[in-house]
Antibody, heavy 116, light 110 residues
Framework: QVELVESGGGEVQPGRPLRLSCAAS????????MHWVRQAPGKGLEWVAA????????YYADSVKGRFTVTRDNSHHELHLQINSLRPEDAATYYC?????????WGRGTPVSVSS | QSALTQPASVSGSPGQSITISCTGT?????????VSWFQQHPGNAPKVIIY???NRPSGVSSRFSGSKSANTASLTISGLQADDEAVYYC??????????FGGGTRLTVL
């Protein structure tokens, strides 16, 4: 069965970097585009970034462009999100999701808090 | 990127039907049939219940249905059940090659 497991979250100081990961299993990872979506505490969903099946193209929300970088390692079935210079407004649970248009499977998320 | 517009809350009694609207623009909903709906129970990850405007993933009840007219998509839940109480989000692909979500609608089953 399809499984997505996020990791790497935690409490980080403002201005520090953070790298999130998403381990995929149960499907042919290299055939699917992947997304990162975040949800601030008590708030709605916000799309963050996407990457095509081969990593050849990436897409970002305006709110994170230039600070976030999405990458993937198809040989290890992993998706990553590099966050540079964390801001208080980046505090959220970060989910990875599968499929370019459908976002049909989601992980349980990894929480990120920003505190000095 | 402006969020899609959803009502903040809707309610209905068991057995009734409700419809949640999701209004976008010609740059998103109006231009593509890539509208999805997600159900999120407290403490859980979102779960897709409708994709490509009208399609249900396997395992999702036929009580859930989707539609679209111009720049507005809709989710209808018929035969309301207690377990339908959740927050529902719509999303759409956009002409800017990004995705956008609605603000979410809290469904209360009375």
């Amino acid at each position: 069965q399809v499984e997505l497991v996020e990791s790497g979250g935690g409490e980080v100081q403002p201005g520090r970097p953070l790298r999130l990961s998403c381990a995929a299993s149960g499907f042919t990872f290299s055939s699917y585009a992947m997304h990162w979506v975040r949800q601030a505490p008590g708030k709605g969903l916000e799309w963050v970034a996407a990457i095509t099946y081969d990593g050849g193209a990436t897409y970002y929300a305006d709110s994170v462009k230039g600070r976030f970088t999405v990458t993937r390692d198809n040989s290890h079935h992993e998706l990553h999100l590099q966050i540079n210079s964390l801001r208080p407004e980046d505090a959220a649970t970060y989910y990875c999701s599968r499929d370019f248009f459908r976002l049909d499977y989601w992980g349980r998320g990894t929480p990120v808090s920003v505190s000095s | 990127q402006s969020a899609l517009t959803q009502p903040a809350s809707v309610s209905g009694s068991p057995g009734q039907s409700i419809t949640i609207s999701c209004t976008g623009t010609s740059g998103d909903i109006g231009n593509y049939n890539y509208v999805s709906w997600f159900q999120q129970h407290p403490g859980n990850a979102p779960k897709v219940i409708i994709y490509d405007v009208i399609n249900r993933p396997s395992g999702v009840s036929s009580r859930f249905s989707g539609s679209k007219s111009a720049n507005t998509a809709s989710l209808t839940i018929s035969g309301l059940q207690a377990d339908d109480e959740a927050v529902y989000y719509c999303s759409s692909y956009t002409t800017r090659r990004t995705w956008v979500f609605g603000g979410g609608t809290r469904l209360t089953v009375l």
